[in-house]
T-cell receptor
Framework: GAVVSQHPSRVICKSGTSVKIECRSL??????MFWYRQFPKKSLMLMAT?????????EQGVEKDKFLINHASLTLSTLTVTSAHPEDSSFYIC?????????????FGPGTRLTVL | DAKTTQPNSMESNEEEPVHLPCNHS???????IHWYRQLPSQGPEYVIH???SNVNNRMASLAIAEDRKSSTLILHRATLRDAAVYYC???????????FGGGTRLMVKP
């Protein structure tokens, strides 16, 4: 199947700093990528939909100025957590959809574990 | 997306079949039934999806009730590597994103 990578796999940062997470589709082009967040023992929660060449669409309750998303190419989307705080510590997962059909399967990255001290 | 209901957890013995149920009584005619699973500390991976007919692939089988209000994911021979959280998700062409519920945590005993 198609491969989605994330970098870094884990990051530890100090409170107040910004962290950038990259999501790449390695062997296909993705006009749409999705960013999820998962707290321990909880399910995935969609944060935003990243659209190549246009602004991201954020879910209710997700601050767009805090979680900056850039989808500059068909194979790369980035999520920047600005001024990170301990409550932002979580497992961040991206996914990309293969094809344009809404029911096409999604391919998920391996996740990035963010720890904010 | 319509809601799905799954048991919080299930146990299975290695090498035995596993039937993971999912109820989706409010499913609409255009909703596909998707199954994903998430191994510990990894991103979810696609397992299978279907609309009305039962589906088989190399990973699993999907049995869909005639009224489509429930479905069952079947792992024919559970292995220790199948221990994961299994998510049943309804998805249609109107939306792009997947909405994850609580899923079923499958534990496989050797």
């Amino acid at each position: 199947g198609a491969v989605v990578s994330q970098h870094p796999s884990r990051v530890i940062c100090k409170s107040g700093t910004s962290v950038k997470i990259e999501c790449r589709s390695l062997d296909f082009q993705a006009t749409t990528m999705f960013w999820y967040r998962q707290f321990p023992k909880k399910s995935l929660m969609l944060m935003a939909t990243s659209n190549e060449g246009s602004k991201a669409t954020y879910e209710q309750g997700v601050e767009k100025d805090k979680f900056l998303i850039n989808h500059a190419s068909l194979t790369l989307s980035t999520l920047t957590v600005t001024s990170a705080h301990p409550e932002d510590s979580s497992f961040y997962i991206c996914s990309a959809r293969l094809g344009t059909s809404g029911v096409a399967e999604q391919f998920f990255g391996p996740g990035t574990r963010l720890t904010v001290l | 997306d319509a809601k799905t209901t799954q048991p919080n957890s299930m146990e299975s013995n290695e090498e035995e079949p596993v039937h993971l149920p999912c109820n989706h009584s409010t499913i609409s005619g255009t909703d596909y039934i998707h199954w994903y699973r998430q191994l510990p500390s990894q991103g979810p991976e696609y397992v299978i999806h279907g609309l009305t007919s039962n589906v088989n692939n190399r990973m699993a089988s999907l049995a869909i009730a005639e009224d489509r209000k429930s479905s069952t994911l079947i792992l024919h021979r559970a292995t220790l590597r199948d221990a994961a959280v299994y998510y049943c998700i309804l998805h249609n062409n109107a939306g792009n994103m997947l909405t994850f519920g609580g899923g079923t945590r499958l534990m496989v005993k050797p």
